[in-house]
Nanobody, 124 residues
Framework: QFSLVESGGGLVQPGGSLRLSCATS????????IGWFRQVPGKDREGVSC????????NYADSVKGRFTISRDNAKNTIYLQMNNLKPEDTAVYYC?????????????????WGQGTQVTVSS
């Protein structure tokens, strides 16, 4: 049985930081690409960052480059997204996902397993 559970979302002021965690079970993260996505009501889900095992090891949306960092702890089967210098436009529900492939892509259609999402709100 595969599962992903996100945590770490919340309300933060502009310029602040949050670290999202995604606890996984049933996966061997050594073999799969992982990704973080976000969605605002009424808009399509957006790829934020991904981490793979071949090709470009990481990829980031232009809007988060230099501010967000994706990582994983294989021993803990956990995925992280460190978000710094947050902006109001980062407000969204954030989802982690696992892809049955080693290549990192920011297209949500290639990810098979998803978490339930965690809300991030950036506001003063």
């Amino acid at each position: 049985q595969f599962s992903l559970v996100e945590s770490g979302g919340g309300l933060v002021q502009p310029g602040g930081s949050l670290r999202l965690s995604c606890a996984t079970s049933g996966f061997t993260l050594d073999y799969y690409a992982i990704g973080w996505f976000r969605q605002v009501p009424g808009k399509d889900r957006e790829g934020v960052s991904c981490l793979g095992h071949s090709g470009p090891l990481t990829n980031y949306a232009d809007s988060v480059k230099g501010r967000f960092t994706i990582s994983r702890d294989n021993a803990k089967n956990t995925i992280y997204l460190q978000m710094n210098n947050l902006k109001p436009e980062d407000t969204a529900v954030y989802y982690c996902a696992v892809r049955p492939d080693r290549l990192c892509l920011l297209s949500d259609s290639v990810y098979k397993w998803w978490g339930q999402g965690t809300q991030v709100t950036v506001s003063s």
